[in-house]
């Protein structure tokens, strides 16, 4: 068997994963997993890495860029838990090593990975950069696991894995509530220590503008601010929980420079996750027409929208909300708005919103209905539809492709866009049937904002639903109405949080936690490697110390030590 296993270190690693699979099968002995998400095959040997000496990390086939993060980055981690120095330099008598096969050998949007463990070497192996970012990411996780004496024993293993979708997402709003640049970081290093890769940036919204547009200033200076009292709220049938607080309104907000921007995205891909910015249109604008009021139905300036709105009923004459699409000076502002936003962002998706649009405005605006007849537009769904096939025309001679919210399929959603579905799985069927790539994210269990736990001391959330731990891991992202070539199309799923309620770090850490990780392994995970009560034990062989030391909140229900 030890032979059988060693003999793998020398395995043709660009055989297709169900050989291998095959193989490790044969070959391997089981090995309850501590990692998270759950490997595809974790198999254990006799031998074992002792972290006793000096230990070299060497690498092949990375790029310039790539091992200029990755060589640092592993080598900083493993001197800081274990206290053994890791030389860069020169191969040692024992080494971890880093190998990111032949160019030719690279399959596009493979993300496997293998991990190997014996005595004199720890290899990580893959076929993409992604790939192996996650397997320095299984290492950590199964050395934080055995660092409880010095020096480290790590048991031998071998583990092959890749995730069972492509798109395994967390949209973040920072309009509601803002979030410093290195909040987001530390967000950024949540989700890819679970392995997620798309990072969707809520980054405009009725409440605030947060991303400097150099062509247009006052997106920020005016746009990025509103009047904010202290303990307003914004949901009104929330309303019974608070009260605003009887002292004088302060300015609230803030924005990211581009330069700002640029690091995140760098600091976002050298961790495998793609950032996708929404710049939500053409509602949910207020924020961009309280700075801009000419490209509104009516004109004229009204007050920047802030949270005390919410706490009864919107009086929409006060609020611009819509953007006009009669006015063609608002497709120019919103092209050259995108134009800066396509050079900052890299990836292939923008997310343009196209949700919850209120057409009154539309109904009683002589330019929209000027518009809607030169057009031959039956009804304001179809000048919604109009209003978001120019705009995704124009990115996509960008070669952008579109991401919308599924309100884009009222009137006819634009044909290459994708649908974000989050009203339940309706939208994601009709969808799906209309040829569309789909991104399931359901509000319910799906929404991290909403409570996730019934208890009466669960800090203030929205009371939609209550999406629990267990909930949100065995969600099925695959509608069972739809047939294989439906669920063909859709592309995974992506867990979302707004920040009505969520004013600091600490909050969304305990919004995030432990359901992140749950999401994660519904995502990774095949239906057969997926199983809660495990999954629970494994959160407590190590994740939640790594969170305790690493001084991050999260919610603790299954915090139970007794499960080792």
Known sequence: MENCLYSLSGFNFYFKGNILLLFLLLCGISLQSQIIPNPEVMNMNSESFMFDSKVGLVYKNLSK??????????KKSIEKESGIIVDTGKKQPKNIILEINTKSAREQNDESYQLYIDRTKIHLRANSYEGLFYATQSLLQYFTFYNTSIPVKLPGLTVYDKPAVNWRGMMLDVSRHFYSVEAIKR?????????LNVFHWHLTDNEGWRIQIKKYPKLTTIGAWRNEIPGSIFYKKDSSYTKPLAIEPYPYGGFYT??????????????????????????HSAAALTAYPEYSCEGYRHPAPNSTLWNGKVDTDKVNFNYCPGKESSFIFIEDIL???????????????????????????????????????KDENELQSYFLKRVTSFLEKNNRTVIGWDDILEGGAPESAIIMSWRGEKRAINGAKQNHHVIMSPSNPFYFNRYQDDSAKEPLAASY??????????YNIWPEQLDENGKGLIKGGQFAVWTEFI????HLEYMLLPRLPAFSENLWSLDQRKNYNDFIKRLNQGHYDVWKRSGIRFHPKYYNKSVY
């Open 65 to 74: 860029a790539d091992r200029g993060f990755l060589i640092p980055y592993l």
């Open 187 to 195: 967000v950024l290093d949540l989700i890819a220590y679970y392995k």
């Open 258 to 283: 581009q330069q700002q921007i640029k690091e995140v995205v760098k600091y976002a891909r050298e961790r495998g996750v793609m950032v996708i910015p929404e710049i939500d249109l053409p509602g």
């Open 339 to 377: 134009t800066e936003v396509m050079e900052l962002f890299p990836s292939r998706y923008i997310h343009i919103g196209g949700d919850e649009v209120d057409k009154q405005y539309w109904q009683r605006c002589d330019e929209c209905q000027q518009r809607m007849h030169s057009e031959r537009l």
């Open 465 to 474: 639903s209550i999406n629990t731990l267990q909930r949100v891991y065995e």
């Open 503 to 506: 004013s600091s770090l600490e």
